[in-house]
């Protein structure tokens, strides 16, 4: 099972803005419960969407540099990286189908329902 990658300050650079892959990170913390509501959607999608995408998870408590580096004020945020560059940005939780409504178009190879 494809699991979302702990992303922190120090692996910021490489896991993500280096990346080959499109990165969806989501910012989160163990204290939100709209984090934990969106939980399940964010390693569904990285078990489903693995072989384009490559998912990653921020506690923004333990790693305060990158959210403070991309505005992040409220959590759960998603933000899909590509190229290094913010594509997408959702806050708050939603539905699994309206999260990917929003990456899918932003994926290659793969054909948004």
């Keep these: 099972m494809a699991e979302p990658l702990a992303i922190s300050d120090a692996t910021f650079q490489k896991e993500v803005l280096e990346s080959d892959k499109p990165v969806l990170v989501d910012f989160w913390a163990d204290w939100c419960g709209p984090c934990r509501m969106i939980a399940p959607h964010v390693h569904a999608i990285a078990e489903e969407y693995g072989d384009v995408l490559k998912v990653g998870k921020v506690d923004v408590d333990e790693n305060p540099a990158i959210p403070g580096r991309y505005g ?5 945020t998603l933000m899909l990286f590509k190229n290094g560059q913010v594509v997408e940005r959702i806050t708050g ?13 932003h994926l290659d190879n793969v054909n948004a329902s």
């Design 72 to 76: 992040i004020v409220g959590i759960p």
């Design 93 to 105: 939780a939603m539905p699994k189908d309206r999260i990917l409504a929003q990456i899918l178009p």
